[in-house]
């Protein structure tokens, strides 16, 4: 069975310092990953998907999430806080084998300080 | 190119109502998956639908739940005799194919479902 685990239910940093997310993910096979932002009563925007074809994925707003097998882990990154980021970010896990259902982390809720 | 839709955003019922609950896919998709987030529990897979079938439904309660997908109009989410612990936000989602990672699923805003 696949899953994910998010390591932070909550991060705070200040505006302009580094974000780093963190994901981990249990796959028999090569998985599918994705990572959204879901900002307060909206629903859930993508930010990137790793598609196997570079383990460094770019993604929007400045995020960008590295896949390390080695390590099973999918942890999301951006240089410098911005205030708007402040929202919930949820790694996700397709799952392929099943008609791509999408198993879900329990999100990690990211606050930016002035 | 419009979204994901969903209504109503809001909706409020009494215990033993019925809940109906709407998605339009974006154009072009004929995938549609339902997932429900409960407070303190995440989000969750309920059912995932092509045109006129049924393909996943394992995230459903057994009783008081249905969906559906017909050729024409809107997927509909049904809860039957809803119940206090109905309240939540469910989600639709749609795609172009299935489970392909490049052609991820997109995001209706939500219908969230309130139960006195």
């Known amino acids: 069975a696949q899953s994910v685990t998010q390591l932070d239910s909550h991060v705070s940093v200040s505006e302009g310092t580094p974000v780093l997310l963190r994901c981990n993910y249990s796959s028999s096979y090569s998985p599918s990953l994705f990572w959204y932002v879901q900002h307060p009563n909206k629903g859930l925007q993508l930010l990137l998907k790793y598609t196997s074809a570079a383990t460094l994925v770019k993604g929007i707003n400045g995020f960008e999430a590295e896949f390390k097998k080695s390590e099973t882990s999918f942890h999301l990154t951006k240089p410098s806080a911005h205030m708007s980021d402040a929202a919930e970010y949820f790694c996700v896990v397709s799952d392929t084998n099943q008609g791509g259902k999408l198993i879900f982390g329990q999100g990690t809720e990211l606050s930016v300080k002035p | 190119n419009a979204g994901v839709m969903q209504n109503p955003r809001h909706l409020v019922r009494r215990r033993g109502q019925e809940a109906r609950l709407r998605c339009s896919p974006m154009?072009?998709?004929?995938?549609v998956y339902w997932y429900r987030q409960l407070p303190e529990e995440g989000l969750k897979f309920m059912v995932y639908?092509?045109?006129?079938?049924?393909?996943?439904e394992s995230g459903m309660p057994k009783e008081r739940f249905s969906a559906e997908f017909p050729k024409e109009g809107p997927s509909i989410l049904r809860i039957q005799q809803v119940v206090r612990g109905d309240s939540a936000a469910y989600f639709c989602a749609s795609s172009p194919s299935q489970g392909r990672p490049n052609q991820p699923q997109h995001f209706g805003d939500g219908t969230r479902l309130s139960i006195l």
């Open positions: 639908l092509q045109k006129e079938n049924i393909i996943d």
């Open positions: 154009k072009g998709h004929s995938h």
